[in-house]
């Protein structure tokens, strides 16, 4: 057994800026759990277009709203207490809430290393 905090990470390469906010990988790879947990914070007014090629992602929304839009242009408004499922490394776009941080606790698997970071200056989307 161990417990970590927002904290303990914040003192290690496991505390990532991605560009539009930061991501505290609280359980990765090195773990053994296989799979790995973050706190997500998206910023607001941030948009970003991402896709997990090896990975699937799910993000429970603990706090703030934001929304995610899939490649067919079909928006979905993101809220406390939603969850939104990525069963398909489904390209799309995240966004920040206009006036508030969008808050998440993502799931991926397999887990990821832990000091993964975005390129969101690749126009075809930020992917790993």
């Not at 910023?43 to 899939?70: F, K, P, Q, W």
């Not at 990821?112 to 992917?127: C, I, M, V």
Request: aromatic share 8%; proline share 3%.
């Amino acid at each position: 057994m161990f417990v970590r905090s927002l904290q303990d990470i914040e003192a290690t390469d496991h505390f990532v800026e991605w560009g539009s906010g930061t991501s505290h990988r609280l359980l990765t790879e090195r773990d053994g759990m296989g799979f790995t947990v973050c706190h997500t914070v998206v910023r607001a007014g941030t948009v970003s277009l991402l896709e997990y090629r090896n990975h699937l992602e799910a993000c429970y929304c603990i706090a703030g709203h934001g929304e995610v839009e899939d490649m067919q242009g079909k928006v979905f408004p993101i809220n406390k207490g939603d969850i939104y499922v990525l069963d398909q490394h489904d390209r799309h776009f995240l966004r920040g809430g206009k006036d508030e941080d969008l808050i998440l606790v993502s799931i991926f698997n397999p887990p990821l290393k832990g000091t993964e970071r975005h390129n969101l200056n690749d126009p075809s989307g930020s992917a790993y």
